[in-house]
Every structure is written in structure tokens, then in C-alpha cells.
């Protein structure tokens, strides 16, 4: 067997078990979740094995074959593209879900829809994976669908509930309206270059960078929409807060380290079509992102909505770093980002099922004696989040902010900083709320541990959490992009140390935010039973705390809009086309012939009149002339 | 004789032997219809496979058969059938949706006996339109198809406005197809050909184009009579209305079906054989396609009957193939034909579902109806993925033939191209996703819930066979566009004088210079 099948048999084996399920195993809950779970896991020892064998860099960059062909004019391949950065992504996505299905195994153990849930979970898997690996244009967007799709499904999970129905329902729209952006993105670059396989595409921008033309802004602003909906940044950032309506493992899977992360991982492997401007409109949608999305998180009070928040956020500094050219931090954070923020899910799930889902904040309390394994987890979690040295986030927030130093942007490097300070603080004020303190509720007071199935996960990525800075993740992805950590051989305590040497200022700044963010967190909320908070900020609070009203601003702009013109459409098809003018056509031939009626007498002399007035009439035209 | 012979005989024998079966014996009528329909199914299947390996006659069609005996060979009339790219899809497809249609027929329980002769005539004649490679029983055999639409809407129809809705599209579709006809035989004695032979009159045509007044005149009565079949805006409120009221086979047989066959019409005669005017044409229809695409779209959002829903719906999908036909390229009518083929499988899909619910539930109001999916996992599930494949999913062979049509139209017509995938990705998800809601999810009625689901592979198989063959040209769209693209490319070559002058010049030696100037004066008249 050749080593290049076996990518496809990665790329295939959930889909694989997402039809089996469906079509055979939705009665036999076990077979659904070993089939589910199997697919994934050994789609991931499979990607070390080919990494192991073929490295980062294999000798075939892409395997191949045609989906679509017309004529001269189109041809869409249906292949796969093997560099660092979508083999490490590869490792990320099969790993981090593969943890997530197996703490599903236990989470979903009493939902009637379990197997439902597994074939949902492979299908998005596999629609990720196809991302991932994907090498031209359409086949990206294919399966960018797909996890539209595949999320649609899984957030409307329950889809019994009216909140969890409406927010599936707006999580799709709201991404087809980036990919709206996205497919006119892909036709005008088609249309310049008439390609759409990557390399291809590169190697003619290399040679003629000036090849897009007048619409080369354009093209990669238009493709940056779709980003922008997948990756929830403002404006369209509405949609994944809502999303937080699906299972828990879920939300770890789709909001943290996979579908969200697509849009990232997206305009890393097409930078080369992004151009100075559009890069500076990134760089600055993802710092606006990262700190509005940080001022809602600091005055939620649902534990999930808190992380969605905080994922808002961070998204928000992956895109500001990739416009701010720098792709490898970009992915650097982004594939940490997946593992603490999948492992800060996971937590708050265990959380909420010994919680009785109850999702309030201030409802819990004391839980850090009771579940310690969770507890001390979480706070791996919540450290690596916040940027603690030597967690794996201080490492990848830090490299970003050093790029935003790098490239003289101060404006965005004062954003980031103070975004790193609310990230603290609000991530402090939850552990406070959550874990320590006293017990506000009946069952927060008799939780317990979660079992086995459930820690284990948490074990996992909490040791990922704290070491996933210094494994030699950036060196990777600087294999591809070049920048900070690509001659880096070095070991794991050069890389520890790495930051302080390199750029001291970054990191002495990051540390002060830390510790100003935590020590503003235990101000206020050591011991708190109720949010201070809103007393003291007043209006600011609530307007946070209601998310600055965008929901409301689009629901009497945008969709009112649409259902206005839809509204106006819809009379002038009833009154005007259906009404006057088909009805009016009818109703003209009903008369005309309701009046020639009137003809028909019946009476012969009449029609002997008429016969001869006729005739008269004839005779003038044709002698009378 | 071959297998187009059986396809197009198989259904108008059988349905003349059920005159002659006692009406009591219902069960034998609907076995007799399901069984025809499946026998036709499998040999659709069977050319669409060898279509590949089987000989082409001169003109590029293969399977060409006459079946003596029917016409007048005097006049030129004969039956004679066959397949080249454009109708071997749409075969298959008409026979693939009659046998779902068949199966779904069980919802009808009074006159039996006259209804599935109906329904085979109905079947008989529109694939007999398709296949028809005479100009005469092209038009003859669709209105043969037509009449029984009419009738079944009138007899076994449902709600009150039943009758204006008769009424409203056997009128309107009668005024299509006689404009249509005019149209038609306007071009037969233009043409001087003396002949009702489609590949003989493109030959013919060819070689003697028809005088740009000719043109002039035939051509918006070809697009607008046909348009008109095809619920072109503005001429498109009958459809919505008659689909709510037709019952569901006639639904399912005349939006997947009938309805394409003024888009053959089109692509098959208006275009190649009239290039001037359609290039004069073709930004005006693709600016029309915005009308059904956006406009339609939008009010498919303010329905409220399901019904209603998707006849818009299925409106609005209309302009993805007369944008496609717009933009007389090849990628933009390959695509078009593609859409074709997904849309009459789509919409016979979501007709039968939504006569399963109306079987169910006697009403399809949306307001009334929650929380469905809960009481019918089959049917709701499959109703999602036809939501999803009506929004231009990818895997559903929708998209591909959308995304190939944007890909045709993106240099010919880029802001109608911007809107309509606008119209494409969002309206569509809009109005689809939130009859989703209202319909399936959310909290299920008190009164809903003795409904049931599809109880036996029976009920299943015609909506397992719709989405698999969805699933299947989407995943692999090149099973269509492999077969479309030879035979799109002709007709294209032929729609585009500029082209076509161009080939002249290279095959004859030396031109002299007044005629290629002339051949380019033409082009840009």
C-alpha cells in the first residue's frame, strides 16, 4: 500500500462511520459509539504513523483526482495537500476530537439521541478533516459547508428546545452570509488567475504578484468574509454565543478547537491571495473582536457562555496576528488555543452534569473540594487561558504579541494586552465563582466527582494545556511560513526561556496583565456571593451583560430589512402580478365576452340586421374605395 | 427498437390495457403503474450507463429508433427518439421521479382506475417529449403530458381555491405551449427545410442560418411561450398555486418533470437554431433569472403554507438554469442542464414529503404544524436534507450544478451573478431553514401526536431512491457533466456566430476578407 493512501483512509474513516451508523447501528447505542469513536481515534494514530514515515515536509505535496471537468474553461480536483501546516492541523483536529468523542461516550450516556449524536460527530469530523487536507478552492468551500451542515445538526442537537432550534437555525444563516462573501471571493480569483487548486494559484501570484489586478483587495476582503463567519469575528460574531445551546462536548469540539479555528486555519493557507490593505482590515476586525468579545465575557453569568465568549476573543487575536503577518503565531495560538479551550469545555461540562445543568455561575460554588480532579484540570485550563508562564498560552499569546511589536502596530499590541488583562480577570472571576467560595445551590452542595470516561480527557489535555508551548509546535509551523522558531533545534528549556531572551518587553508586559487581571479578580470576587460589578459600572454593565445589543441592532436592521423586501415582494406577486394582471387578463376576456353575449339575441331579424350592416360595411372597403 | 423504444411504448400500452380492467380491481391499477414505472426506471438506468460505449449517429445521438407506423412519413412526421448529452440525464430522471411518483400514489382512493391511466400517459408522453427527436412529437407528446396534469388537479385536488387553480394553469399553460407552437412553426416554414427532423433542421440551419428578421420575430415567441411552461418571471403565479392544489403525484411528475421541458425546449431549438437573436436575448434573460431567483426567493419567505413554499421554491431553482442558459458558454449550460436534473429529482423529493405530512396531518399551514421530527424521524429527516440540498448544500447535486453555473456566469454577467448567489446562499437557506423550525423542530402539539411516520420500506423506497440519487450525482457530478458537456458544447458552438465564424475560418483555406467581415457583422448584430 502506498503511504498516500493512507490520508485518505484519515480523511474517510468518519464518514465512513457516520453512514453505518445512520444506516444500520441507530438502534445498538454501543456499536454507535465504538464505530464513532474508532473512526476518529484511529484516524489519529494513523496521522502519526504517516507523519512518523513521510515527516512534515513529504516528498508528494498532493495527491489528486478530478471531481469536476467542463470543457477548458473549469476543472475542480478533489485532492489533498500535505505540508506542515496541514499535517500538524491533521494531528490537531483527529486528536483533540478524538478526546472529546471519548468523553462524549460518557456525557451523552442517557440521551436518547446518542447514536443520532455519533453520527453527527463523525460527519463533522470528516467535513473537518476535508478542510484541513483540502488543496484547491472549491473542495475548501465543499467542506466548509459541510461543517456548516454538520454544526447545524449538532447545535440544533436537542432540537426539542426552542433555544436550541433557533440558535442552529442562526448559526447556519449567519455563516452563509460569510460564505456568501467567501464564494464571490473564490469566483474573482478564479476569474484573475483561472485556477483554483493552491499551488497553482501561489506559484502565479509569486511570478506576477500584480496578476488580481485592481480587485486584488477585494478578492482577499471577499474571501476573508468567509473567515469571518466561521470564525465568528464581529460582525458576524453573533452566532457562536447562541451555538453554546448544544451538547457540551460539542461546544468543546465545534466552538473551541475545530470549526471556529477553521477560518484561521483558512487564511493561513490562502495568505498569499491577501495583500498589505486587506491584511491591515484583518488585523484590525480581529483586535475589535478580541476586545469586545472580552468586555461581554466579563459580565456573563452562564459558565458556558463565559467560554464562548472567551473564544470570541481569543479567535480575535488569531486573526489579528495573521493580519498582522504573522501566520505562525496565528497557528501557533490556535492549535494551544485547542487544547486549553477544549479541556475548559470538557470542564465546564463535568461541571454542569453534576450540576443538574445548571449553567449559572451563581448557582454553584465550592466545587473545588468536591470534584478535584476537574477543579485542578480547569485551572490548568484557565492558566494556560490566561498566559501564565510556563503554561502553553504565555508561549502563543506571547509570540503574538510580539508581532504586533514587530511590525510597529502599538495600537493593536495596547489591545492585546489589555484583552490579555480582561482575559484574566474574567477568567478568575469564574474559577472564584465556581470553585471556591460557598455552595449557592442544593446540588452544587452533593456534587461529585464525574467518572472515569469523563476525567481521563481532562487528564489528557491538561497535560497538553501546560506543556503544548514548548513541544516544538511553532517550529513547525515556521517549517512553512519561515519567521521566529524556524531554525529552532533546540530543546525544551531553550524554548522555556525563549521569550524572556527574545523579547523581554512582550513578556515582562504580558506578565504584569496577568497579574493585574488576577489581582483585580480576587478584589472583587473572592468570597462574592453576588456581582459587584453591575452596581458599580451601572449602564456599562448592562450593556455588556446584553451583549453591546447587537442581536437586537440586526434584528431591526438586517432582518428586518429582509423580510420587508420579502413582504414587498410577496404583495406585489398577490395584488399586482397574480391579481391585476393575470386576473385582470381574465377578468377583460371574461367581460369582452360576457359583453358579446349581449349579441346573441336570438332574435333573426337582429341577426338578419346585423348580417346585412355587415355586408354594407364589407362592400364600402372593398368598392367604395 | 431499442431501450428508448420501451420506455416511451411501455407506459401508453399499459395505460390503454387499464381501460379494460374492471375498476374494482384497484389493486391491480396500482401495481400495473408501479410495476411499468420501475420496468422503465431500470431501463433508463440501463442507457444512462451504456450511453457512454453506444454508437452515435452522424448528428451525435445514439439509441436513434423510429417506431413505424406512428406519424405521417408523408409529412415528415416520425416518431423517432434518441439521446445525445443534453436529454440522457433528464431521461433517466423523468423515470426515476414517475416510479416515486407511482409509489406515492397511494394517497389517491376514489377513480382509481382513471387516475393511473392518467398518470401513464402522463409518464409515456413526457419522456417521449425528451427522447422525441421530431420537432412534431416533440411538441405533440409534451401536450399529451399536459392535458392529464390539468385533469388531475381538477379531479383529485385538494383546498378550496382548487378550481381557479385548474383553471388559472390550464389556461396559462395552454397560452405557453401556443406561443410556443407559433413559435415553432414559424421556424419550420422559415427554415424552408421541409422538415420536422430536429438533427436534420440544425444541419439544415447550419449551413443556412434564418434572416435576422426571422430571428427576430421566432425567437422571443420560442423564449417566452417556452418561459412561460417554465414559470419565467413575471409569468410564474400559476405554478405556486397549482402545485398547492395538484395532488401529490401530479405535483411530483409535473414540477420535477414537465416543467423542464421548456428549458429542452430552449437549449435544444431556440438556441443553436436561432444564435443571432439569442445573443440579442440573453442579457435580458439573465436579468429575468433575477426575478425568480432574488424576487421569487423572497416570497417563498412570507408563505405560510408549506405547499405554497416550496412551488416558489421550486420557481426561484428555475433561475439558476435560465442564468445558466444566459450565458451561452459552455461551464454556464452544462450547469444548467445539471440543475435541471438535480432540481426534478429535489422536487419531486419535497412534493412527496410534503404529501406524506398533508396525508398525516391534513394541513400543511406551517403555524399549525411543530416539533414534527420527534413523531417522524424517516420523513422529517428527509425533509432536513432536502431543505439542505434546496439551499445548495454541497453533496446534493444541487450544487454542483449551481456552483458550475456562477462559475459560467462570473465573467458574463458578474452583478446578476452576485445576486444570484445571493439568492443562491441566502434567501434560499432563509426561507428553507426556517420552514425547518417552524415545522420540525421546536415543541410537538398535543394534536400531533398520533401522527406516523413511514411505516415499511414501500412508503420509504420512493424518498430513499430521489435522495440517493441527489446524493449520488452530487459526490460525483461527472456521471452528468461528462455525458452534458460534448453535447453542450455543440449547442453552444452553435449559439455563438463570433465562434462559429471563427471555425469557418479556420476550416475553409483562404477566405476572402468580405466574408469574414461579414461573417463579424453578423456576430455583432
Redesign the interface.
Known amino acids: 500500500m502506498k503511504l498516500e493512501a493512507l490520508p485518505w483512509i484519515i480523511l474517510f474513516l468518519p464518514l465512513a462511520a457516520a453512514g453505518i451508523i445512520t444506516l444500520f447501528t441507530l438502534q445498538n447505542r454501543q456499536w454507535s459509539a465504538r464505530l464513532s469513536v474508532g473512526a476518529v481515534v484511529t484516524g489519529f494514530l494513523l496521522s502519526v504513523v504517516f507523519v512518523f514515515v513521510a515527516g512534515w515536509e513529504p516528498r508528494v505535496r498532493e495527491v489528486s483526482v478530478?471531481?469536476?471537468?467542463?470543457?477548458e474553461?473549469?476543472r475542480v480536483d478533489f485532492g489533498l495537500h500535505f505540508d506542515p501546516l496541514s499535517l500538524l492541523m491533521l494531528l490537531v483536529v483527529t486528536g483533540v476530537a478524538g478526546v472529546i468523542h471519548i468523553y462524549s461516550v460518557g456525557y451523552m450516556r442517557d440521551d436518547p439521541g446518542y447514536s443520532r449524536f455519533f453520527a453527527s460527530l463523525s460527519l463533522f469530523t470528516f467535513s473537518m478533516l476535508g478542510i484541513v487536507l483540502a488543496n484547491n478552492f472549491?473542495q475548501l468551500?465543499?467542506?466548509w459547508?459541510?461543517v456548516?451542515?454538520s454544526s447545524?445538526l449538532l447545535i440544533?442537537f436537542w432540537?426539542?428546545r426552542?433555544a436550541a432550534?433557533?440558535a442552529?437555525?442562526k448559526a447556519?444563516?449567519t455563516n452563509?452570509?460569510g460564505?456568501?462573501g467567501f464564494?464571490?471571493g473564490i469566483?474573482t480569483v478564479?476569474?484573475a488567475l483561472g485556477s483554483l487548486n493552491f499551488s497553482e494559484l501561489q506559484e502565479k501570484l509569486a511570478s506576477d504578484p500584480s496578476a488580481l489586478g485592481a480587485l486584488a483587495t477585494v478578492a482577499g476582503l471577499l474571501v476573508f468574509c468567509g473567515a469571518v463567519g466561521k470564525s465568528a469575528q464581529f460582525p458576524l460574531h453573533v452566532w457562536l454565543p447562541d451555538a453554546m445551546e448544544g451538547p457540551t462536548p460539542v461546544s468543546a469540539l465545534i466552538h473551541a478547537a475545530t470549526m471556529v479555528a477553521a477560518g484561521v486555519y483558512m487564511l493561513c493557507r490562502i495568505l498569499f491571495v491577501l495583500n498589505a490593505p486587506a491584511l491591515e482590515v484583518i488585523s484590525y476586525t480581529g483586535g475589535f473582536t478580541a476586545l469586545l468579545a472580552a468586555l461581554i465575557a466579563i459580565q456573563q453569568d452562564d459558565i458556558k457562555r463565559i467560554l464562548a465568549y472567551s473564544t470570541l476573543s481569543q479567535l480575535g487575536y488569531m486573526v489579528m496576528a495573521v493580519g498582522l503577518g504573522g501566520p505562525t503565531p496565528a497557528m501557533f495560538h490556535l492549535t494551544t488555543h485547542a487544547f486549553f479551550k477544549a479541556l475548559l469545555f470538557l470542564g465546564a461540562g463535568s461541571v454542569i452534569v453534576v450540576a443538574h445543568h445548571e449553567q449559572d455561575i451563581w448557582k454553584m460554588g465550592a466545587l473545588r473540594t468536591k470534584m478535584p480532579v476537574t477543579f485542578w484540570t480547569f485551572m490548568a485550563g484557565t492558566l494556560a487561558l490566561a498566559g501564565l508562564w510556563p503554561f502553553s498560552g504565555f508561549f502563543s499569546k506571547d509570540s503574538i504579541l510580539e508581532q504586533a511589536l514587530l511590525r510597529h502596530h502599538y495600537l493593536l499590541f495596547a489591545i492585546g494586552l489589555f484583552v490579555a488583562m480582561l482575559t484574566v480577570f474574567y477568567m478568575f472571576r469564574l474559577i472564584f465563582v465556581v470553585f471556591f467560595g460557598s455552595a449557592k445551590s442544593g446540588h452544587a452542595a452533593h456534587a461529585h466527582e464525574s467518572p472515569g470516561v469523563m476525567v481521563w480527557p481532562l487528564r489528557i489535555l491538561a497535560v497538553f494545556a501546560l506543556v503544548g508551548g514548548v513541544i516544538g509546535i511553532q517550529g513547525v509551523y515556521a517549517m512553512q511560513f519561515g519567521g521566529e522558531g524556524a531554525g529552532q533545534a533546540a530543546g525544551v528549556a531553550a524554548r522555556l526561556i525563549g521569550p524572556w531572551r527574545e523579547a523581554p518587553g512582550a513578556a515582562v508586559c504580558g506578565l504584569a496583565a496577568f497579574v493585574a487581571g488576577l489581582g483585580a479578580a480576587y478584589a472583587l470576587y473572592a468570597g462574592a456571593d453576588k456581582d459587584p460589578l453591575p452596581e458599580k459600572l451601572g449602564a456599562v454593565s448592562m450593556a455588556m451583560r446584553n451583549r453591546f445589543y447587537f442581536d437586537e441592532l440586526y434584528k431591526v436592521t438586517v432582518i428586518r430589512l429582509?423580510?420587508g423586501?420579502?413582504?414587498?415582494?410577496?404583495w406585489i406577486?398577490r395584488w399586482i402580478?397574480?391579481g391585476l394582471?393575470?386576473r385582470g387578463i381574465?377578468g377583460t376576456t371574461e367581460l369582452l365576452g360576457r359583453a358579446l353575449r349581449l349579441l346573441q339575441t336570438g332574435n333573426v331579424q337582429t341577426y338578419a340586421f346585423l348580417f346585412a350592416a355587415g355586408v354594407a360595411l364589407v362592400l364600402y372597403f372593398v368598392l367604395g374605395k | 427498437m431499442t431501450a428508448l423504444t420501451y420506455i416511451f411504448v411501455l407506459p401508453l400500452l399499459a395505460a390503454v390495457a387499464l381501460a379494460f380492467v374492471p375498476r374494482a380491481y384497484s389493486v391491480v391499477m396500482r401495481g400495473v403503474a408501479v410495476g411499468v414505472t420501475f420496468v422503465m426506471m431500470l431501463l433508463a438506468i440501463l442507457v444512462f450507463i451504456r450511453f457512454n460505449g453506444a454508437e452515435a449517429d452522424a448528428s451525435g445521438f445514439k439509441f436513434v429508433t423510429t417506431i413505424p407506423g406512428l406519424g405521417a412519413s408523408s409529412l415528415g412526421i416520425v416518431c423517432k427518439l434518441g439521446v445525445d448529452g443534453i436529454n440522457v440525464g433528464l431521461v433517466l430522471m423523468g423515470a426515476i421521479v414517475a416510479f416515486a411518483a407511482a409509489c406515492c400514489s397511494r394517497e389517491i382512493r376514489d377513480r382509481e382506475k382513471e387516475f393511473y391511466i392518467l398518470l401513464l400517459v402522463m409518464t409515456g408522453g413526457i419522456l417521449g417529449a425528451f427522447a422525441s427527436l421530431n420537432l412534431f412529437f416533440f411538441y405533440f407528446l409534451h401536450e399529451l403530458a399536459l392535458v392529464p396534469t390539468f385533469l388531475m388537479i381538477g379531479v383529485w385536488g385538494r383546498g378550496e381555491r382548487k378550481n381557479y387553480a385548474t383553471f388559472q394553469i390550464t389556461l396559462y399553460l395552454s397560452i405557453g405551449a401556443l406561443v410556443a407552437l407559433v413559435g415553432l412553426i414559424a421556424l419550420y416554414l422559415q427554415s424552408g427545410a421541409q422538415t420536422f427532423d430536429i438533427p436534420e433542421l440544425t444541419e439544415r440551419l447550419r449551413e443556412n442560418p434564418l434572416s435576422a428578421g426571422a430571428q427576430r420575430f421566432i425567437f422571443p415567441l420560442l423564449l417566452f411561450g417556452f418561459g412561460i411552461l417554465v414559470s419565467l418571471w413575471p409569468f410564474h403565479t400559476w405554478a405556486p398555486m397549482g402545485y398547492a392544489s395538484a395532488p401529490t403525484p401530479a405535483a411530483m411528475l409535473h414540477a420535477g418533470v414537465l416543467k423542464k421541458f421548456g428549458l429542452y425546449g430552449l437549449i435544444r431549438i431556440a438556441l443553436p437554431l436561432m444564435p443571432g437573436a439569442a445573443q440579442r436575448w440573453m442579457p435580458i434573460l439573465a436579468w429575468l433569472c433575477l426575478g425568480n431567483l432574488v424576487y421569487c426567493g423572497w416570497v417563498a419567505m412570507r408563505q405560510k403554507d408549506f405547499n405554497w413554499l416550496i412551488g416558489y421554491s421550486s420557481v426561484a431553482h428555475m433561475g439558476f438554469v435560465f442564468l445558466g442558459i444566459a450565458t451561452l458558454t459552455l461551464v454556464g449550460v452544462t450547469g444548467a442542464v445539471v440543475v435541471m436534473v438535480a432540481h426534478g429529482f429535489l422536487a419531486a423529493l419535497t412534493f412527496g414529503l410534503s404529501g406524506y405530512l398533508y396525508e398525516q396531518t391534513g394541513t400543511l399551514e406551517m403555524s399549525e404544524l411543530g416539533g414534527l421530527l420527534r413523531k417522524l424521524p424517516f420523513i422529517g429527516a428527509a425533509l432536513v436534507m432536502a431543505a439542505f440540498a434546496g439551499c445548495g448544500v454541497p453533496g446534493f447535486a444541487n450544487f454542483a450544478g449551481e456552483v458550475t453555473v456562477f462559475f459560467g456566469a462570473w465573467n458574463v454577467f458578474r452583478p446578476v451573478t452576485v445576486l444570484a448567489c445571493w439568492g443562491a446562499l441566502m434567501i434560499g437557506a432563509v426561507y428553507m431553514l426556517r420552514a425547518v423550525r417552524t415545522m420540525l423542530h421546536g415543541e410537538l402539539p398535543e394534536k400531533w401526536a398520533n401522527v406516523t411516520d413511514a411505516p415499511h420500506l414501500w412508503r420509504k423506497a420512493p424518498f430513499i431512491l430521489l435522495l440517493a440519487a441527489l446524493m449520488l450525482f452530487g459526490c460525483f457530478p461527472r456521471l452528468l457533466t461528462d455525458k452534458i458537456s460534448p453535447s453542450a458544447g455543440v449547442i453552444v458552438q452553435m449559439a455563438n456566430p463570433v465562434l462559429e465564424g471563427n471555425l469557418r475560418a479556420e476550416a475553409a483555406p483562404a477566405p476572402p476578407k468580405s466574408a469574414l467581415a461579414q461573417g463579424g457583422g453578423e456576430a455583432v448584430q
Open positions: 478530478n471531481w469536476l471537468t467542463i470543457g474553461g473549469l472549491i468551500f465543499i467542506f459547508e459541510l456548516g451542515v447545524y440544533g432540537y426539542g426552542t432550534a433557533d442552529a437555525k447556519f444563516i452563509r452570509l460564505d456568501f464564494l464571490l469566483l478564479w476569474g429582509h423580510d423586501l420579502a413582504a414587498v415582494a410577496a406577486d402580478i397574480a394582471c393575470v381574465h
